[in-house]
């Protein structure tokens, strides 16, 4: 079977077995077939939540790009699935702009996993810059405490910014993800420190605990 007509019949995500539905094909010729696309530069493997393989097979992955997804899934013990988003060419795409995509999807599962992209944050010039035109400084300030609270290894944040992003004092409360607030006492501080509440309780924690 020819690469052209492989790549137009799996385009999209697949596994082993929707591999074989498709082609009317045992496991082992669905396999040669997907490591046929992968030769070529047009699969991308990952793994989902029950360890199962998944593969993302598209023209666009030969032509490179990224997508915010993907970032977080690279530094996140907590993986993403991955439909079709938003991909980006032609430039390095910072963490920094990662995490404000995150905060801004107002997604539990987006916003937790970025926790994980404070271990390699470093330009809080640029993270201040993006949160303020993002409108989105204390919501950053609050998920970069707790994720120190959560012993994620964080490099310090430049104090300048960190009192540029706290809240005056008549500022209201904010909401992470509209009409959650934490039950956990322990971060009740953090709170009210930025005025944002948390979205986040222990079990939804249990990745970084």
Not at 110 to 136: E, H, M, P, Q
């Amino acid at each position: 079977m020819l690469i052209r007509e492989l790549l137009k019949r799996l385009e999209g995500i697949q596994t082993i077995d929707t591999v074989m539905s498709i082609l009317n094909v045992n496991r082992q010729k669905a396999v040669y077939y997907i490591h046929r696309l992968r030769k070529e530069g047009y699969v991308r493997t990952q793994y989902s939540p029950l360890k199962k393989r998944v593969y993302h097979i598209s023209f666009e992955i030969k032509q490179g790009g990224t997508s915010y997804y993907e970032i977080i899934n690279k530094h996140s013990p907590i993986k993403l699935s991955i439909t079709q988003t938003y991909k980006i060419y032609g430039r390095e795409v910072t963490l920094e702009e990662t995490l404000i995509f995150a905060i801004k999807s107002k997604k539990i599962r987006v916003v937790l996993a970025s926790l994980s992209l404070f271990r390699k944050i470093s330009d809080w010039k640029l993270l201040y810059k993006l949160a303020k035109t993002n409108g989105v400084e204390r919501k950053v300030g609050v998920l970069y405490d707790l994720s120190r609270q959560l012993k994620i290894r964080t490099r310090r944040m430049d104090g300048r910014f960190r009192r540029l992003m706290l809240p005056k004092p008549y500022d209201r409360f904010q909401f992470i993800l509209e009409g959650n607030r934490t039950r956990e006492e322990k971060y009740k501080k953090i709170e009210n420190l930025w005025r944002v509440y948390i979205p986040f309780n222990k079990s939804d924690l249990v990745d970084y605990l």
